[in-house]
């Protein structure tokens, strides 16, 4: 924007709701996510950072199982959190065979058309050379702007680039549990290391820095975020965006950081959020924010990203679903998707006008392990057959048809058994392409939202045929259905297409 032009968007819902979201997000589908950093370190999965600490007052229900393995975890291989804690995990990660153009180019061959690099997570750690929080990845651990690289090595390639921001909100909810102290045995009473300051670093390896900048000030769990901290975290969220300019920036809340409905409503509300979505749009104009729960009428001003979750119906304003191959962090044992559930899950959200960011665990050092590679490989040969129903396409006039759908508005993700009637539809420049969700046992589909009577495909299609097959496809337009009749075998080993042409 020139200097002396009014800017576009003011601070307020009214003029945000004119932004639209990029014709690049609809056209992508499918992004890949690096949800990486300290927490990788200890191999145990996502929340590390608050469960190593162990329970504490406002630990929720489903916290349970994960903050007790977790504790015992740590306290078996670190030590007491009062000597060992969040702070020394971040000197353990680091990154060492971190190789981000080999990543982005594989990562590119599995179809991303975009990436989003984590920036900061719940645990405060900036993830760039931050000007504002002094526990980054260029200062410990890594000694790297983890942020620049992905985001050299993803333009490098066509990539667009993103970040996400799960830092404040959460931060205030998550950390306080540094505060806490062991209710009983051995170690009871005795403060975590929250309660240091600058001064106990002294002869120490974080001699010069202070515990209070990573893990915030004391509070107990229900206490309202101060300005102090808030504005840091704007601070901060500015501080990337200005560096990095990503296309997409991922905030893990509700609503806008500290605001009305947010994860940890400010008192009164802040309206820092207003004023960085309006000065984002204005300095990065192609641009989309995500938040998760948007009033139909805000749709335009930000996207909707549902985690973990499928909408059940088509969406008449593009949405992203983020979920992971396994868990958000990296998790021995951990049970990984299957390459065909992922893509069930991605032609599912694609077909609904959405789409799909799929987290990829890194090792701590920043490789992928074996699990993880063949994923990204199977990915990248079924998208090299049938990308061309993904990517670039729209929705059709219905997303599908058949038995097995997901029930609700927002359902948890889970490996649907589809059957061979489940059907799912893009289009693009006026080809349909029909997913076969599950090969028919008999050899033959039959699409019943085209059949002619219904008139939702005009006068019938002129020419059918199977993604990937070299043989004809023979096919017949009866009133009740298109039946088409398929060779023996399928030409991939998950979803299959049928190229339907006017």
Same mark, same amino acid.
């Given at each position: 924007?020139?200097?002396?032009?009014?800017?576009?968007?003011?601070?307020?819902?009214?003029?945000?709701?004119?932004?639209?979201?990029?014709?690049?997000?609809?056209?992508?589908?499918?992004?890949?996510? %690096?949800?990486?950093?300290?927490? +990788?370190? !200890?191999?145990?999965?996502?929340?590390?950072?608050?469960?190593?600490?162990?329970?504490?007052?406002?630990? /929720?229900?489903?916290?349970?199982?994960?903050?007790?393995?977790?504790?015992?975890?740590?306290?078996?291989?670190?030590?007491?959190?009062?000597?060992?804690?969040?702070?020394?995990?971040?000197?353990?990660?680091?990154?060492?065979?971190?190789?981000?153009?080999? @990543?982005?180019?594989?990562?590119?061959?599995?179809?991303?058309?975009?990436?989003? +690099?984590?920036? !900061?997570?719940?645990?405060?750690?900036?993830?760039?050379?931050?000007?504002? &929080?002094?526990?980054?990845?260029?200062?410990?651990?890594?000694?790297? =702007?983890?942020?620049?690289?992905?985001?050299?090595?993803?333009?490098?390639?066509?990539?667009?680039?993103?970040? %996400?921001?799960?830092?404040?909100?959460?931060?205030?909810?998550?950390?306080?549990?540094?505060?806490?102290?062991?209710?009983?045995?051995?170690?009871?009473?005795?403060?975590?290391?929250?309660? @240091?300051?600058?001064? =106990?670093?002294?002869?120490?390896?974080? /001699?010069?820095?202070?515990?209070?900048? @990573?893990?915030?000030?004391?509070?107990?769990?229900? /206490?309202?975020?101060?300005?102090?901290?808030?504005?840091? *975290?704007?601070?901060?969220?500015?501080?990337?965006?200005?560096?990095?300019?990503?296309?997409?920036?991922?905030?893990?809340?509700?609503?806008?950081?500290?605001?009305?409905?947010?994860?940890?409503?400010?008192?009164?509300?802040?309206?820092?959020?207003?004023?960085?979505?309006?000065?984002?749009?204005?300095?990065?104009?192609?641009?989309?924010?995500?938040?998760?729960?948007?009033?139909?009428? =805000?749709?335009?001003?930000?996207?909707?990203?549902?985690?973990?979750?499928?909408?059940?119906?088509?969406?008449?304003?593009?949405?992203?679903?983020?979920?992971?191959?396994?868990?958000? *962090?990296?998790?021995?044992?951990?049970?990984?998707?299957?390459?065909? /559930?992922?893509?069930?899950?991605?032609?599912?959200?694609?077909?609904?006008?959405?789409?799909?960011?799929?987290?990829?665990? &890194?090792?701590?050092?920043?490789?992928?392990?074996?699990?993880?590679?063949?994923?990204?490989?199977?990915?990248?040969?079924?998208?090299?057959?049938?990308?061309?129903?993904?990517?670039?396409?729209?929705?059709?006039?219905?997303?599908?048809?058949?038995?097995?759908?997901?029930?609700?508005?927002?359902?948890?993700? %889970?490996?649907?058994?589809?059957?061979?009637?489940?059907?799912? *539809?893009?289009?693009?420049?006026?080809?349909?392409?029909?997913?076969?969700?599950?090969?028919?046992?008999?050899?033959?589909?039959?699409?019943?939202?085209?059949?002619?009577?219904?008139?939702?495909?005009?006068?019938?299609?002129? &020419?059918?045929?199977?993604?990937?097959?070299?043989?004809?496809?023979?096919?017949?337009?009866?009133?009740?259905?298109?039946?088409?009749?398929?060779?023996?075998?399928?030409?991939?080993?998950?979803? &299959?297409?049928?190229?339907? +042409?006017?």
């Amino acid at each position: 924007m020139n200097s002396s032009e009014a800017p576009e968007y003011r601070p307020d819902w009214e003029s945000l709701r004119r932004h639209r979201i990029p014709g690049w997000f609809q056209d992508a589908k499918l992004g890949i996510w %690096s949800h990486w950093g300290p927490q +990788s370190a !200890a191999r145990r999965g996502d929340w590390y950072a608050r469960h190593l600490y162990g329970p504490y007052d406002g630990t /929720e229900g489903f916290e349970t199982e994960r903050v007790a393995r977790q504790t015992a975890f740590h306290r078996e291989r670190y030590g007491h959190p009062s000597t060992f804690g969040h702070k020394d995990l971040c000197d353990l990660w680091r990154a060492e065979r971190f190789d981000p153009e080999d @990543l982005m180019d594989r990562f590119r061959r599995a179809g991303a058309r975009y990436f989003v +690099s984590m920036a !900061a997570h719940c645990d405060n750690f900036d993830l760039w050379d931050s000007a504002h &929080q002094p526990w980054n990845a260029v200062n410990v651990g890594p000694r790297s =702007d983890i942020v620049g690289r992905w985001a050299d090595a993803a333009r490098a390639v066509g990539l667009r680039f993103g970040v %996400s921001m799960h830092a404040g909100s959460w931060t205030w909810r998550w950390l306080d549990a540094a505060f806490a102290a062991d209710e009983s045995g051995p170690h009871a009473g005795v403060p975590y290391d929250g309660h @240091l300051t600058a001064e =106990d670093g002294r002869g120490t390896w974080w /001699e010069g820095l202070d515990p209070r900048a @990573l893990y915030g000030r004391p509070r107990r769990p229900g /206490e309202k975020p101060d300005a102090e901290f808030i504005d840091d *975290f704007y601070a901060r969220l500015r501080d990337v965006t200005t560096r990095h300019r990503p296309e997409l920036v991922y905030l893990d809340d509700a609503r806008l950081p500290f605001d009305d409905g947010s994860v940890c409503t400010a008192a009164p509300p802040s309206p820092r959020g207003l004023e960085f979505l309006a000065g984002y749009y204005n300095d990065v104009p192609d641009s989309a924010v995500s938040i998760k729960t948007i009033p139909r009428e =805000d749709r335009g001003a930000v996207l909707l990203d549902v985690e973990r979750h499928q909408l059940g119906d088509l969406d008449p304003e593009p949405w992203q679903y983020d979920t992971s191959i396994g868990d958000w *962090f990296y998790n021995d044992g951990e049970r990984y998707k299957t390459p065909g /559930e992922i893509v069930h899950l991605l032609v599912d959200t694609v077909s609904k006008n959405g789409c799909l960011l799929l987290n990829v665990p &890194q090792l701590p050092d920043g490789t992928l392990d074996d699990a993880t590679a063949a994923v990204l490989d199977s990915l990248e040969t079924w998208t090299g057959t049938c990308g061309e129903a993904v990517f670039g396409t729209r929705p059709w006039t219905v997303y599908g048809e058949g038995p097995t759908r997901v029930t609700g508005d927002r359902a948890r993700e %889970s490996a649907l058994a589809y059957t061979s009637r489940d059907i799912r *539809f893009t289009q693009s420049n006026g080809v349909l392409f029909a997913f076969l969700m599950a090969w028919p046992e008999d050899g033959v589909v039959r699409i019943h939202s085209l059949g002619t009577a219904k008139g939702l495909f005009g006068r019938g299609p002129s &020419q059918v045929t199977l993604l990937g097959s070299p043989g004809p496809t023979r096919w017949t337009a009866l009133d009740d259905a298109l039946v088409v009749t398929l060779p023996a075998h399928p030409p991939t080993p998950y979803v &299959q297409v049928l190229r339907i +042409s006017p």
